[in-house]
Protein backbone atom coordinates (compact mmCIF):
# COMPACT_ATOMS: atom_id res chain seq x y z
CA UNK A 1 0.00 0.00 0.00
CA UNK A 2 1.84 3.15 -1.38
CA UNK A 3 2.49 6.16 1.97
CA UNK A 4 3.12 9.42 1.32
CA UNK A 5 4.04 12.63 3.24
CA UNK A 6 5.29 15.62 2.07
CA UNK A 7 6.96 16.39 5.21
CA UNK A 8 10.97 14.44 4.89
CA UNK A 9 12.00 13.75 8.77
CA UNK A 10 8.38 11.71 8.56
CA UNK A 11 8.92 10.14 5.02
CA UNK A 12 12.65 9.27 6.73
CA UNK A 13 10.70 7.55 9.78
CA UNK A 14 8.24 5.78 7.32
CA UNK A 15 11.28 4.22 5.54
CA UNK A 16 13.17 2.99 8.42
CA UNK A 17 9.81 1.68 9.98
CA UNK A 18 8.03 0.50 7.10
CA UNK A 19 11.01 -0.59 4.97
CA UNK A 20 9.13 0.28 1.74
CA UNK A 21 9.66 -1.86 -1.55
CA UNK A 22 10.64 1.55 -3.18
CA UNK A 23 11.00 5.17 -2.42
CA UNK A 24 10.14 7.96 -4.57
CA UNK A 25 12.02 11.50 -3.00
CA UNK A 26 11.76 14.82 -4.12
CA UNK A 27 14.93 16.67 -4.02
CA UNK A 28 13.98 19.67 -3.31
CA UNK A 29 12.10 19.32 0.36
CA UNK A 30 12.25 21.89 3.49
CA UNK A 31 14.14 20.35 6.19
CA UNK A 32 16.16 17.82 4.83
CA UNK A 33 16.91 17.58 1.11
CA UNK A 34 16.29 14.41 -1.47
CA UNK A 35 19.77 13.95 -1.67
CA UNK A 36 20.59 13.57 1.75
CA UNK A 37 17.91 11.25 2.80
CA UNK A 38 18.75 8.84 -0.28
CA UNK A 39 22.51 9.47 1.56
CA UNK A 40 21.23 8.40 5.05
CA UNK A 41 19.26 5.45 4.32
CA UNK A 42 21.95 3.59 1.57
CA UNK A 43 24.45 4.49 4.01
CA UNK A 44 22.77 2.03 6.31
CA UNK A 45 23.31 -1.61 5.66
CA UNK A 46 19.31 -2.24 6.51
CA UNK A 47 18.17 0.19 3.98
CA UNK A 48 20.53 0.34 1.55
CA UNK A 49 18.97 -2.48 -0.96
CA UNK A 50 15.37 -0.27 -0.91
CA UNK A 51 15.34 1.18 -4.36
CA UNK A 52 14.93 4.91 -4.20
CA UNK A 53 13.98 7.42 -7.22
CA UNK A 54 14.96 10.94 -7.11
CA UNK A 55 12.30 13.23 -8.63
CA UNK A 56 13.68 17.11 -9.59
CA UNK A 57 13.09 19.85 -11.40
CA UNK A 58 16.96 20.26 -11.50
CA UNK A 59 18.03 18.42 -14.85
CA UNK A 60 21.54 19.67 -14.76
CA UNK A 61 24.07 17.25 -15.21
CA UNK A 62 26.19 18.00 -11.81
CA UNK A 63 22.40 17.32 -10.16
CA UNK A 64 22.16 13.95 -11.98
CA UNK A 65 26.04 13.15 -10.60
CA UNK A 66 25.41 14.33 -6.93
CA UNK A 67 22.02 11.74 -7.78
CA UNK A 68 24.21 9.10 -8.34
CA UNK A 69 27.30 9.82 -5.35
CA UNK A 70 24.30 9.69 -2.89
CA UNK A 71 23.47 5.74 -4.50
CA UNK A 72 19.77 6.57 -6.21
CA UNK A 73 18.62 3.80 -8.66
CA UNK A 74 17.23 6.14 -10.42
CA UNK A 75 16.85 10.02 -11.51
CA UNK A 76 14.00 11.90 -13.19
CA UNK A 77 13.57 15.31 -13.78
CA UNK A 78 10.32 17.04 -13.57
CA UNK A 79 8.03 17.76 -15.92
CA UNK A 80 8.25 13.92 -16.65
CA UNK A 81 6.08 11.40 -18.49
CA UNK A 82 3.95 9.03 -16.37
CA UNK A 83 5.37 6.04 -18.16
CA UNK A 84 8.92 6.83 -17.80
CA UNK A 85 8.11 6.85 -14.19
CA UNK A 86 6.66 3.66 -14.28
CA UNK A 87 9.13 2.06 -16.27
CA UNK A 88 11.59 3.13 -13.97
CA UNK A 89 9.59 1.84 -10.92
CA UNK A 90 9.18 -2.11 -13.18
CA UNK A 91 13.03 -2.48 -13.51
CA UNK A 92 13.72 -1.09 -10.12
CA UNK A 93 11.14 -3.47 -8.51
CA UNK A 94 12.09 -6.98 -11.35
Do not use: H
Request: aromatic content about 4%.
Amino acid sequence: EPMTTSEAPIGLEIAMTQSPDLIILDVMMPIINGYNICRLLKSEERYKNIPIILLTSRSEDKDRDIGEEVGADGYIAKPFETNDLLDNIRRLLN
